[in-house]
T-cell receptor, first 110, second 115 residues
Framework: DAKTTQPNSMESNEEEPVHLPCNHSTISGTDYIHWYRQLPSQGPEYVIHGLTSNVNNRMASLAIAEDRKSSTLILHRATLRDAAVYYCILRENRDDKIIFGKGTRLHILP | EPEVTQTPSHQVTQMGQEVILRCVPISNHLYFYWYRQILGQKVEFLVSFYNNEISEKSEIFDDQFSVERPDGSNFTLKIRSTKLEDSAMYFC?????????????FGNGTRLTVT
């Protein structure tokens, strides 16, 4: 499975934007970049995904580097509810499962 | 918004007993998954299921585990003879397609405690 590298933890202030980085230097041309998050005591939750272009949805934005070797999940205005573990995962087009790494634990400071 | 539902939310069982964990995936989804998460550890893939058969399974998914889609809506995980180390959160997920563009949607899990 292609691997991603994320910081173990990050902190941000409430109501500030948050940029969560992810490196995936071995990404292949058909791998999609997925982001999930896991709030305390809950199951993983899909956040956003993309292939080459930047993506926006109601939860977040995904900025993908031109060479696709890195990406950034952007939470535009963090709330306390956004405190979670965020997982950056490559989903291979020929492989139906996804594999979780350790993710980034995001702490939001009030 | 449609969601994956899992029952029960918490199951306590004695070592050696059989347990069945139940999931109702999102109705138009075709791919189904089980994952588990031991307390304080990563979310681990167990098995994927498509077209009424297992498409892939991990080393964790040994002969003690089985999955079934007994009708058009339920997807179950059975553990035949539970061990203490099976204590974990078990998450069911479903996906509309099996390709990279199709996200997985997870339930909130069943906490299995084996005593």
């Amino acid at each position: 499975d292609a691997k991603t590298t994320q910081p173990n933890s990050m902190e941000s202030n409430e109501e500030e934007p948050v940029h969560l980085p992810c490196n995936h230097s071995t990404i292949s041309g058909t791998d999609y970049i997925h982001w999930y998050r896991q709030l305390p005591s809950q199951g993983p939750e899909y956040v956003i995904h993309g292939l080459t272009s930047n993506v926006n949805n109601r939860m977040a934005s995904l900025a993908i580097a031109e060479d696709r070797k890195s990406s950034t999940l952007i939470l535009h205005r963090a709330t306390l509810r956004d405190a979670a573990v965020y997982y950056c995962i490559l989903r291979e087009n020929r492989d139906d499962k996804i594999i979780f790494g350790k993710g980034t634990r995001l702490h939001i400071l009030p | 918004e449609p969601e994956v539902t899992q029952t029960p939310s918490h199951q306590v069982t004695q070592m050696g007993q059989e347990v069945i964990l139940r999931c109702v995936p999102i109705s138009n989804h075709l791919y189904f998954y089980w994952y588990r998460q031991i307390l304080g550890q990563k979310v681990e893939f167990l098995v994927s299921f498509y077209n009424n058969e297992i498409s892939e399974k991990s080393e964790i998914f040994d002969d003690q585990f089985s999955v079934e889609r007994p009708d058009g809506s339920n997807f179950t995980l059975k553990i035949r003879s539970t061990k203490l180390e099976d204590s974990a959160m078990y998450f069911c997920a479903s996906s509309e397609q099996g390709q990279g563009f199709s996200p997985l949607h997870f339930g909130n899990g069943t906490r299995l405690t084996v005593t």
